[in-house]
């Protein structure tokens, strides 16, 4: 073969491979790739909220840029990063030879960057990308939305398949293909989470699929679904898009509770607390998450008895939450613990995650979310949750992982400071904005009232720390994969006594691919 075909033979070997561990490797670049565009996003609506007043983006393009954000962060980097971890992961896990399904597997991952390239182009269309915000709320995406609205809709149809067909796919593989001994209550919790998650998937994907298929009919088919001039109810869109949006979230944190459940007892050398009791919290959780979507709608004027229903039902959830925060202090108590780079951001996802939690209860209270809706309080709650659950666990799966991915080791300095960088940028830009909705500032607005500036400034500052931590991530796991040395067979992590799978001493722990103590 000639050099001149060398690149174009990688590529076709990209494109088609069946392998868990390329596919795993794609999402989790497409994933990175779509952070950095959903970062840029963010970027522009923190310098355009430095200081109050129109300075750098009239507010059409701002409401573009919270809109695209949302949708990139969610559905671009966030889930497709756990699919990837998935992929690399679960058939190593289970004891299995690759995914159940390796060509739907490549397909599901490469239905992904030609969605997303769409909806990226929607920013170059006549009337510019969607601006109703990520929850897209009919009437307004239905009416006076531009006209990249049917783009969007289409892009979110494939997002969901791609969703649904690597959801039957990790659970085809649990399910079907765990090695001789491997039960189920001997899973790694990392594989148990992602198999419920992928329960979740397949059951709200299609309700958000028909969310946006109604959409369609109402802005090019005459039908009024969400339209009460034509018999249709707004608040109809309402109750369909949360009732996939909230267990949403739970897909979105799940595996990441499993990821922290992985690495925490590495670093404590103790077995997990309470393994039985995460697996059921797990599933606690997930049933929960069907039953309290209105809590994002005590403000649209539901019956008293309803929003009872729906605050105790959010109220509920926080306890197996909480069982799941108790375990993993109960795993550190006591243990020989050392404080490597995984370790600490997943120290800094459980204490952080915990505050997002608190907030959440606060939410879940009727009286007072009347009060909260809509502010900057929600922003502060999720993206505690968001950033500093998922995004910093994805952190700490990527330290501790990549050694055995590539063979060789990151820079341990470099891996620390990126995360006291991005949690001091973290804190400082999201902690504040806490005591900005209690102040009254409302979520989604270019500009603001003069006694929001300080805060604001403070907001952005850490913004811009946070964003640039982002890069010397980049950096980091760049200079592992092209110059990094060459991983020690006896690493610090290399598994307490007692953990689900642990490896043979004598074998370098980035080779293996079963978990050797299977019985």
Known sequence: MSAHHGPAKGFTRWLTTTNHKDIGTMYLWFSFAMFILGGAFAMVIRAELFQPGIQIVDPEFFNQMTTMHGLVM?????????VGLAN?????MIGAPDMALPRMNNWSFWILPPTFLMLASTLFMDGGAPNYGWTFYAPLSTTYAPPSVTYFIFAIHLMGLSSIMGSINIIATVVNMRAPGMTYMKMPLFVWTWLITAFLLVAVMPVLAACVTMMLMDIHFGTSFFSAAGGGDPVLFQHIFWFFGHPEVYIIILPAF?????????????????????VYATASIAFLSFIVWVHHMYTVGIPVAGELFFMYATMLIAVPTGVKVFNWITTMWQGAMTFETPMLFCLGFVFLFTIGGFTGVMLSLAPVDFQYHDSYFVVAHFHYVMVAGAVFSMSAAVYYWLPKWTGKMYDEGMGKAHFWISFIGFNLTFFPQHFLGLAGMPRRIPDYALQFSDFNMMSSIGAFIYGASQLLFLFNVLRTILAGKPAPAEKAWEGAEGLEWTLPSPAPYHTFTTPPNVK
Do not use: C, E, H, N
């Open 258 to 278: 499993g990821v922290v459940s992985q690495i925490i007892p590495t670093f404590a050398r103790k077995p997990l607390f309470g393994y039985d009791s995460m």
């Open 88 to 92: 690399w992961l679960i058939p190593m």
């Open 74 to 82: 969610v559905f671009g980097a966030i889930m497709p990063a756990f």
